[in-house]
């Protein structure tokens, strides 16, 4: 089963912000600029599922998430606390620069009854602005460079 939870807010689809009503494909192709009203706050979730709607579920989701706007992630740790049961994983992917000592120690807390975690941090690293990780499984895929050497490699294979 998987679930998602982020310290993002998200732009929710029009049938999202008002339950009920039929969306028309011109309305859904349409282009226009959000309001700051139509930001849900930071912190959406989508609980854990194993269904193949999951997958679209999840990548929606991340499409509409406005990275901008977030709160912490050891606040969104301790407000769903309840989620984590031992054996639970959890996979943390965050900007490099986003960590913080109170994530890492949220992340050992939570390690330390039973979860698994596993980091992956993107964005440019550099030690010095990095928080100390402990002993938790880290892993580093790089910053824009590293994006745009990945964009340009499929690129060429499928040229």
């Known amino acids: 089963m998987v679930g998602m939870l982020t310290n993002c807010a998200w732009l929710p689809s029009p ?20 309001k700051a009203a139509e930001i849900a706050p930071p912190g959406v979730s ?10 679209e579920r999840l990548l929606t989701t991340f499409s509409r998430l406005i990275p901008s706007v977030n709160v912490s992630m050891e606040q969104v740790i301790v407000r769903e606390d309840a989620l984590f049961a031992p054996g639970t994983a959890v996979i943390m992917v965050s ?9 890492v120690e949220r992340l050992l807390d939570l390690r330390s009854r039973g979860i698994t975690i596993q980091c ?40």
Do not use: C, N, S
Not at 95 to 103: E, G, I, K, W
């Open 46 to 55: 989508v609980p854990f599922a194993r269904d193949r709607g999951q997958y």
């Open 120 to 159: 992956v941090f993107t964005g440019d690293l550099e030690r010095k602005t990095m928080a100390e990780t402990q002993d938790l499984p880290v892993h580093y895929v790089g910053g824009r460079e590293r994006w745009h050497a990945l964009i340009r490699a499929v690129a060429d294979e499928k040229g």
């Open 15 to 34: 049938e999202q912000r008002e339950p009920g009503r039929t969306v028309t494909g011109d309305e859904k192709r349409r282009q226009e600029p959000f």
């Open 95 to 103: 900007a490099v620069q986003a960590l913080t000592p109170a994530t």
